[in-house]
């Protein structure tokens, strides 16, 4: 890894498929692992006379994300034509803006080394079409070797383009940049943010400078990154690589290079001089596209409360440490079913936060907690801390109802009468109960009166037992404090 004497300077260009029904220019629906090229027709195979016509949709949803990220929306924006040759994009071109993108400036906040945020400046957000998919290796016989196939589902999905200042400093900030930006492109439902799948793709730019320069190095550009962690592993891999370089005496190669998830490492593409110039022009067959203020207008309105408010309001309203607040806020589906769980027993937030920090997300796998796939309803999670509250059961007793609570599905007052849970609060049994411990445990009952204020938790377990945990905890302290201090 890079010492004191390199900065580590990162910027990211993410590509987010934009959550639209259809395709950007044409009415093919958006399928993912549909038979190949059964979602395609004349604008996206790219026939002659075939005219695109824009998604509205599409603009709405970068729209979405461009104003969740504070950038400014340009009334104005064109589509520009991205030239080149491969055999997945049919049309020759590929449909993008250039000069002129919808939206410029924003910023994404991420947790700086010293904990507090810090400001990632965004460079630009723009519109464009996904290409087809070329497949080099398929396993079927009939498919000589060395033939490649092409499927042309994809091409023409819409894409929202997300390119960052050179602002990052370290593969951790890249990595907690990327959550937080997939964070965002769900929470405003703006994609699927799914890397593995491909609905969110990120090309990563690094380079390294010495210490307290302020000009900006030669920069890598690593493709091929199919999951956050890959990202932080290909850049680590880089910066120790560049690193190397520069400390030999020598110098970094502006280049292309592709991660090996195999070996961790990057290879190689192609070099500065074999980039590509891709003769942007203004595609003739669309007009400008205009987001007039109306349209802003009714985009913003419809905004939901973006994550870091919505923490920092559940920990000022309900009084919840923030780094708690921030763990509810990891998903919007958890935000909202904390959020139902409390409107529905307002007199605990504090309490059922812990149901949710602690039993809920312990049942949660990774990929639950990303999909927001919740293990039990809200509503039951409220009605249990209830149940608590009131005196009906047992923190203990709640804790074994949980899981029952998540398997069937079940009510927790039914479950509390079936199986005989209420808790007891009567006096004279527990009063019997407390009287047969201690009578049969002398031993421990002189101990304690003999100065062993230790004893006396052994004796709340010893009644909490022979009452099957049902004895109102409360009830039992006061009746053993009475007994053995008399
Ligand atoms: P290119 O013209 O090669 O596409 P851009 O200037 O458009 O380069 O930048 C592409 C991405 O690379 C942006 O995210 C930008 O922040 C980042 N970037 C640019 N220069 C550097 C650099 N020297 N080191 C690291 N990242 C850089
Ligand atoms: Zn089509
Ligand atoms: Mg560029």
């Not at 009131?390 to 074994?400: H, Q, R, V």
């Not at 905890?473 to 404090?481: D, E, H, K, T």
Request: one cysteine or more.
């Amino acid at each position: 890894m890079p010492s004191q004497e390199f900065e580590t300077v990162i910027g990211l260009e993410v590509h987010a498929q934009l959550k639209t029904r259809t395709k950007a220019f044409c009415a093919c629906p958006v399928v993912f692992g549909a038979s190949a090229n059964t979602a395609v027709c004349p604008v996206c195979l790219g026939y002659p006379g075939a005219l695109p016509v824009l998604n509205r949709e599409m603009v709405s949803l970068a729209l979405r994300l461009a104003f969740a990220t504070r950038c400014e929306v340009h009334e104005t924006s064109v589509f520009a034509r991205k030239n080149y040759f491969y055999p997945d994009l049919p049309k020759g071109y590929q449909i993008s803006q250039y000069d002129r993108p919808l939206a410029t400036g924003g910023v994404v906040e991420v947790r700086g080394e010293d904990g507090a945020p810090r400001a990632i400046r965004l460079n630009r957000i723009h519109l464009e079409e996904d290409a087809g998919k070329s497949m080099h290796e398929v396993p079927w016989d009939d498919v000589p070797t060395g033939v490649s196939l092409v499927d042309l589902n994809r091409a023409g999905t819409p894409l929202a383009e997300i390119v960052t200042e050179p602002d990052l400093r370290s593969p951790e900030e890249a990595y907690d940049f990327l959550v937080r930006l997939r964070r965002l492109v769900r929470w405003v439902g703006a994609s699927d943010g799914n890397m593995e799948e491909g609905s969110l793709r990120c090309d990563a730019n690094v380079s390294l400078r010495p210490a307290g320069a302020d000009t900006l190095g030669t920069k890598v550009e690593i493709k091929n990154l199919n999951s956050i962690a890959h990202v932080k592993k290909a850049l680590e891999h880089e910066i120790a690589r560049q690193a190397e370089a520069l400390r030999r005496g020598g110098e970094v190669v502006q280049e292309t290079r592709l991660f090996d998830p195999g070996s961790g490492a990057t290879r190689p593409m192609r070099s500065k001089e074999e980039a590509m110039d891709y003769r942007y022009f203004p595609d003739p067959d669309l007009g400008p596209l205009v987001v007039d203020a109306r349209w802003s207008a009714e985009v913003a309105a419809a905004l939901p409360e973006l994550p870091e408010p919505r923490a920092a309001r559940f920990a000022s309203a309900l009084g919840l440490p923030p780094s708690d607040a921030a763990t509810l806020c990891a998903t919007r589906p958890l935000a909202d079913a904390f959020e139902v769980a409390v409107a529905l027993h307002p007199s605990n937030a504090k309490g059922i936060a812990n149901w949710f920090l602690g039993d809920l997300l312990a049942r949660m796998t990774d990929a639950d907690r990303q999909e927001g796939r919740l293990p039990v309803a809200p509503a039951a999670v409220a009605r249990l801390v209830a149940r608590i509250d009131d005196g009906t059961i047992s923190g203990k007793i709640a804790k074994e109802l949980f899981p029952l609570l998540c398997e069937d599905g079940a009510d927790v007052d039914a479950l509390i009468r079936e199986k005989g849970l209420v808790q007891v609060t009567d006096e004279s049994p527990i009063r019997a109960a407390v009287d047969a411990v201690i009578a049969a445990n002398p031993v421990q009952a002189a101990a304690y009166r003999g100065g062993k204020p230790a004893a006396f938790g052994w004796f709340v377990g010893q009644v909490m037992k022979a009452t099957g945990g049902k004895a109102s905890p409360a009830l039992v302290n006061r009746l053993l404090r009475e007994i053995l201090d008399a």
